[in-house]
């Protein structure tokens, strides 16, 4: 493409001025006339020329061989006739210092060579900047200009047009990508973020942002975290909780065939073989009785029951922890439950929650790991065969070292 004023000529392959004094119908009105300027054409006074033909009309004289009368900007030739006056190569033209001279048949004309027009008979620089010759940035130089482009861009091969760099092709990036018009941003991968210089990625310290991440302890991973629990736990299938390892169940334990073995959270303990002492008597694998025919059995509770249970440490309360009821009932008989020893801490109390039966609740949270030994007594009252008597439930319960 060629700047106003020009056209493109294909044979020559070039851009060539356009006449526009020829091609333009009333360029000049009035009493002005049309003078073709390079790249553009100016509008003069017609009593500020000097009679001149057009430059595209040749000058024809008949050949006469006395001395020939030629019009001004002619001269004689030997043959008689007139020949054209290049006054632009003779020097006798009247151009300001600023422009150049072309000359014309009988005359010649004076013009601003590109990148200038001529404003006051001057020929001035054009400006090009001004008039957006740039898509981006531009200065402008006497004559010409030239153009560039903002970071992020380049240069066409048309010198005037830019084109976004695609950065991404670099890797600037630690992790991914992304081109943008004229820049281009740089993401992480899950588990990192992106650093104060805008293109590295820094792990996301997981373990940071909550407490509560995990059910015991957080352990931070390039990208992520994972969850570990205590020993005597393992963790659970959210990734997150413990889960109490039975090691009971498993078999995972060093009791012996003799023993029983007693799973509670985060732990186990082998029971021995229960023995009980004078005057009790063994009646089962967990109870001993003291007869009431043997002299030394009064005063005594008829009956020990051993139980176990489990309690997580820091429970939170108040809460039913342990169920005790009368197996047997007598007519006209009434029972008291009370906790008899074990209770020195009064973290428990017996709440009766019917005539036969009753309720061990925890009201103080306890703090583990811990082996506390209750003896939940009940005492029968029947005051029509004037009987007393009790009985005993020795129960052992081991709190856990953690909440879970």
């Known amino acids: 493409t060629c700047t106003d004023g020009f056209s493109y000529d294909h044979r020559a392959r070039q851009c060539v ?37 057009p430059r595209s009309v040749e000058p ?48 010649y004309t004076c013009s601003c060579t590109e990148g200038f027009w001529l404003i006051g008979g001057q020929c001035q620089d054009i400006d090009e900047c001004r008039y957006g010759y740039c898509q981006q940035l531009c200065a402008n130089v006497p004559g010409s200009y030239s153009c560039s482009c903002n970071p992020g861009f380049i240069l066409n091969p048309d010198s005037r047009t830019c084109q976004d760099v695609d950065e991404c ?19 992480c991968d899950e588990g990192f973020e992106l650093a104060a210089d805008g293109t590295s990625c820094i792990d996301l310290d997981e373990c940071s942002f909550s407490e509560f991440l995990c059910q015991y302890r957080c352990v931070n991973t390039p990208g992520s975290f994972s969850c570990i629990c205590p020993p005597g736990y393992y963790v659970f299938e959210d990734g997150r909780s413990c889960e109490d390892i039975n090691e009971c169940d498993t078999g995972n334990n060093t009791c012996t065939t003799a023993q ?7 732990g186990y303990t082998c029971l021995d073989a229960l023995q009980c002492r004078s005057p009790y008597i063994e009646v089962s ?48 008989a009434f029972y008291i439950f ?43 009252v029947n005051n ?6 009790s009985s005993i439930i020795r129960l052992t319960v081991f709190v856990s070292e953690h909440p879970f």
């Not at 333009?24 to 300027?37: A, I, K, S």
């Not at 054209?84 to 422009?99: G, K, R, V």
């Not at 043997?294 to 176990?308: E, G, S, V």
């Open 60 to 107: 024809s004289y008949p050949r006469v061989r006395t001395t020939a009368q030629c019009i001004l900007g002619y001269t004689p030739a030997e043959d008689g006739t007139c020949n054209d006056i290049d006054e632009c190569e003779t020097n006798s033209h009247h151009c300001n210092p600023t422009q150049v001279c072309i000359n014309t048949a009988g005359g």
């Open 338 to 380: 009370q906790i008899k020893s074990g209770n020195e801490g009064r973290e428990f109390y017996m709440r009766q929650t019917s005539n036969v039966s009753a309720t061990l609740v925890l009201s103080r949270p306890i703090k583990g790991p811990r082996e506390l030994v209750l003896d939940l007594e009940m005492v029968t």
């Open 17 to 53: 001025d356009v006449d526009e004094c020829r091609t333009l119908p009333d360029v000049c009105r009035g009493d002005m006339r049309c003078v073709n300027q390079n790249g553009g054409y100016l509008c003069i006074p017609r009593s500020a020329f000097l009679p001149a033909l």
């Open 384 to 389: 029509v065969i004037n009987f007393r008597g």
């Open 285 to 332: 694998d967990n109870q001993c009785m003291c007869s009431a025919e043997n002299p030394a059995c009064r005063d005594k509770p008829f009956t020990i029951l051993y139980r176990h249970m489990d309690l997580s440490s820091g429970r939170s309360v108040p809460a039913d922890i342990f169920q005790m009821q009368a197996t047997t009932r007598y007519p006209g």
């Open 260 to 266: 029983v073995c007693f799973n509670f959270q985060g």
């Open 169 to 187: 092709e670099d890797e600037p990036c630690s992790h991914g990508c992304f081109n943008t018009y004229g820049s281009f941003m740089c993401n």
